[in-house]
C-alpha cells in the first residue's frame, strides 16, 4: 500500500458514518473519563509508594479483593449501558428510566453484600500468609473500601444512562470531580498535610470512599433534572420492573461473572505472588499500576464501541456496528502499541514519578525488577488491545455467556491453576510468574477476536421484541386511492 492509497483509506474511515471521527466523537469524554480514574489511582499509589513499601505493597492485594468482589456488581449494574443504548436506537425511549433503576437495586444488593464481609477480613488476610504489618494494612484498606461499595456500584449504573445514548460528557466531568476530590484527601490524609491526621493507607481508602459519594451525588443532581424525566422517565420509572430485572439479571449477570472472574483470576496471581516477599509484590504492583495509566483509556473506547453496537443493532443495523467495531480496533492498536514501545525504551519515564519521595535504597530493587516486567507489559498490550475491542463489542450486542465461558476457563486454566503450580509446587521465580499471565491474556484476546469474526453477535438484541401491530382504524376501501 502507497502513501496516496493510504491517505485515501485513513481519510475515507475518517468521515464515513461510524468511521475514526464518529467513533472519536463517542470515545473522547469516555477516554478522558477513564484516563482520570487511572490518574486517580495512579497517584493514589504513587503517593503510598512514597509513604512505605508495607503500604504500596497492601495496597493493591486489598484493594483488588476488594474490586473483585464489587465486579460482580458493578459489571451486572454497569450492564444498563446496553440496554440504554439498544432502547435509544429503537427509539423507545419510556424504558430508559426503569433499566436504570434495576440496575440501582442491584447496586444495593451489592453494597450490603461488601458491608457482610468486614467481619471476615482479618481471618481472610491472615490466610493469604503476607509479612504481618502488610497483612494489617490489607485489613484496614480492604474495610473501608467495603463502606463506599453502593455508591461505587451505583455510579456505574447511572453512567450507563448517559453512555447508552452517546451523552458522554457529564461521564466526563463527574469522573474529573471524584478523581480531584480523591487526589485532594490523599494529599491531605495519607501524609496528614495543613493540620489534618496523618492516616497512612487508611487515609487512601477514606479518601476512595469519599470521593465515591461525591460521584453519586452529582449522578443524582444531573438525572433528577426534568427533562430527563419527561423523555426517559428517570423518576417515574423508580418500580422494580420483575420483567425487565430478570432481563438484566439474564444478559447482566453473565457480564459481572466474566468482569468478576477476569479480575479474580489477577487476584489469585498477585496473592500467591505476595508470598515471595515484599519487594517483588511492589514491583508488580506498580508494574500493574504504570499499566492501567495508559491501559485505562483505552477501556474508554472500548465502551464507546459497545454503544455504537448496542445503538446500531436498536436501529437493525448490523453492518455499520460492525464498522464500528473496526475503526475502534484500528485506533486501539495503534495506541497500545506505541505505549508499548515506550515501556521497553524508556521505562524510567513511568518510574520517575514513584521514585521521586520514595527512600532511594528501598526502591532500588523494586525499581530494577520493575523494568523487566514492563517488558512483559508490552507484549501482552497488544493483545489486549484484541480483548477491549473484540470483547466490547460482542458485549454491546448481548453475547455476554460466552465472554464469561471464555474467562471461566482460560482464567482457571491458563492463569489460575498454572500459577498456583508454578508458586506453590515448584516455587518459581516472578518472571516465570508474569509469563503465565502474558500467556492468558495473549489466548483471551484472540478468543475474543475469532468469536467477533464468527458473526453470531450481528442477529443477537436484549430488548424485547415489539410484535407488530395493525393501526386502531384502517380505511373501509383501502386500494380506491389507486384507482383511476
Known amino acids: 500500500m502507497n502513501i496516496k492509497t493510504l491517505n485515501s ?12 471521527r464518529e467513533v472519536l466523537v463517542v470515545a473522547i469524554p469516555l477516554i478522558l473519563s477513564t484516563g482520570a480514574w487511572s490518574v486517580q489511582h495512579f497517584v493514589d499509589r504513587m503517593f503510598l509508594t512514597w509513604y512505605s513499601p ?17 465486579s460482580l456488581f458493578i459489571g451486572t449494574a454497569g450492564y444498563v449501558n446496553t440496554f440504554v443504548a439498544q432502547y435509544y436506537g429503537a427509539k423507545r ?22 458491608l457482610a464481609l468486614i467481619p471476615f477480613a482479618d481471618r481472610f488476610f491472615t490466610f493469604i500468609g503476607h509479612e504481618e504489618i502488610v497483612r494489617q494494612y490489607e485489613v484496614t484498606y480492604f474495610n473501608i473500601l467495603c463502606l463506599g461499595a453502593a455508591p461505587a456500584i451505583a455510579t456505574s449504573a447511572m453512567s450507563g444512562f448517559f453512555s447508552g445514548r452517546s451523552e458522554m460528557w457529564p461521564i466526563m466531568w463527574v469522573n474529573i470531580l471524584q478523581t480531584a476530590v480523591n487526589l485532594v484527601l490523599d494529599y491531605l490524609l495519607i501524609f496528614g498535610n495543613f493540620g489534618f491526621p496523618e492516616l497512612g493507607i487508611q487515609g487512601a481508602a477514606i479518601a476512595t470512599v469519599i470521593s465515591a459519594c461525591s460521584a453519586l451525588a452529582a449522578y443524582i443532581i444531573i438525572i433528577s433534572r426534568r427533562r430527563y424525566n419527561l423523555k426517559y422517565h428517570t423518576l417515574k420509572g423508580w418500580r422494580i420492573d420483575t420483567e425487565l430485572f430478570r432481563r438484566l439479571l439474564r444478559y447482566g449477570l453473565p457480564n459481572g461473572i466474566q468482569f468478576f472472574l477476569d479480575v479474580a483470576g489477577f487476584t489469585v496471581f498477585l496473592l500467591l505472588l505476595g508470598r515471595r516477599g515484599t519487594d517483588s509484590l511492589a514491583a508488580t504492583n506498580i508494574a500493574f499500576n504504570i499499566n492501567s495509566l495508559a491501559f485505562m483509556p483505552m477501556i474508554g473506547l472500548g465502551m464507546a464501541v459497545s454503544v455504537l453496537v448496542g445503538q446500531n443493532l436498536g436501529e437493525d443495523n448490523p453492518e455499520m456496528a460492525e464498522r464500528s467495531v473496526y475503526s475502534g480496533f484500528h485506533m486501539a492498536f495503534l495506541y497500545m502499541a506505541s505505549i508499548a514501545a515506550l515501556y521497553v525504551l524508556i521505562p524510567d519515564v513511568f518510574l520517575s514519578l514513584y521514585a521521586a519521595e520514595a527512600d532511594p535504597e528501598s526502591f532500588a530493587a523494586i525499581r530494577s525488577t520493575t523494568v523487566i516486567l514492563l517488558r512483559f507489559v508490552a507484549l501482552y498490550s497488544l493483545f489486549d488491545s484484541l480483548t477491549v475491542i473484540f470483547a466490547h463489542a460482542i458485549k454491546g450486542a448481548g453475547d455476554t455467556r460466552y465472554v464469561m465461558f471464555m474467562i471461566v476457563v482460560v482464567s482457571t486454566f491458563i492463569l489460575v491453576i498454572p500459577s498456583f503450580i508454578a508458586f506453590e509446587i515448584f516455587h518459581a521465580s516472578l518472571y516465570i510468574g508474569w509469563t503465565i499471565v502474558t500467556t492468558y491474556v495473549s489466548i483471551l484476546g484472540l478468543a475474543f477476536l475469532f468469536r467477533f469474526l464468527r458473526g453470531k453477535w450481528k442477529n443477537m438484541r ?19 386511492e389507486l384507482e383511476p
Open 54 to 70: 508495607e503500604t504500596i505493597a497492601a495496597a493493591m492485594p486489598a484493594g483488588i479483593v476488594n474490586f473483585t468482589i464489587m
Open 462 to 480: 436484549v430488548i424485547e421484541n415489539i410484535p407488530p401491530a395493525l393501526p386502531h382504524t384502517l380505511p373501509e376501501t383501502p386500494i380506491s
Open 9 to 20: 483509506f485513513i481519510k475515507n474511515r475518517w468521515y464515513r458514518k461510524n468511521g475514526y
Open 93 to 114: 425511549y419510556d424504558r430508559i428510566g426503569p433499566s436504570l433503576w434495576q440496575g440501582l437495586y442491584i447496586a444495593v444488593i451489592g453494597g450490603l453484600v461488601l
